[in-house]
């Protein structure tokens, strides 16, 4: 069946332009989570989504972030204004979201490479 | 906070030679602890899991042993085959979480020539 897919695959923009990335979770899951993974670095917690809710945002960087789900579809995340900082890799993951959570593996979708100019 | 160490890599290796990635944590209470795979081109992939100390995680392979008294889950393979090639990363999960954030060690690549 179909995994987690992330669109852009690549996104190359200017300092202080928007920009929106996408997530489409594998059909059934209910959780949803967002990962950031700078250079040489291990991946970032951002935010988590049961449902359509989040009820952790604790790894936001900034209100420049923002993030939203439409039921247990699709989720948007969005980069206001972006600085140079912001450049990295964005991945998505979705799971059943329900039972042991040590049980409830997660889905990596193949992320989106953002490049801040 | 909760953090993961993985060895700096890159790491680079001879098909059918002995694997070792280090991988110690810091955490409050008692986390589970896994291992994610990154192939060329593909989405990170889970490996192996252990849940409480002492158990080992084992796939494809793959071995790593939960070791609560040295705050360890070494990853380790007996002899890699150059399909291994990837990127390895040590996670945890802290414990008493009711859902999966995860953190992570930065990233081991491991390259397998024939």
């Known amino acids: 069946g179909a995994g987690v897919s992330q669109s852009p695959s690549n996104k190359v923009t200017e300092k202080g332009k928007d920009v929106e990335l996408r997530c489409d979770p594998i059909s059934g899951h209910t959780a949803l989570y967002w990962y950031r993974q700078r250079l040489g670095q291990g991946l970032e917690f951002l935010i988590y989504?049961?449902?359509?809710?989040?009820?952790?945002k604790s790894g936001l960087p900034s209100d420049r972030f923002s993030a939203e789900r439409t039921g247990e579809s699709v989720s948007t995340l969005t980069i206001q204004r972006t600085q140079q900082e912001d450049s990295a890799v964005y991945l998505c993951a979705s799971s059943l979201g329900w039972g042991r959570v040590t049980l409830d593996t997660q889905y990596f979708g193949p992320g989106t490479r953002l490049t801040v100019l | 906070g909760d953090s993961v160490t993985q060895m700096e890599g890159p790491v680079t290796l001879s098909e059918e030679a002995f694997l070792t990635i280090n991988c110690t944590y810091t955490?409050?209470?008692?986390?589970?602890l896994f291992w994610y795979v990154q192939y060329p081109g593909e989405g990170l992939q889970l490996l192996l899991k252990?849940?409480?100390?002492?158990d080992k995680g084992s796939n494809k392979g793959f071995e790593a042993t939960y070791r609560k008294e040295t705050t360890s889950f070494h990853l380790e393979k007996g002899s890699v085959q150059v399909s291994d090639s990837a990127v390895y990363f040590c996670a945890l999960l802290a414990g008493g979480t009711s859902y999966g954030k995860l953190t992570f060690g930065q990233g081991t690549i491991l390259t397998v020539h024939p």
């Open positions: 252990a849940t409480k100390a002492d």
């Open positions: 989504f049961q449902g359509n809710s989040a009820p952790d």
């Open positions: 955490a409050t209470g008692y986390p589970s």
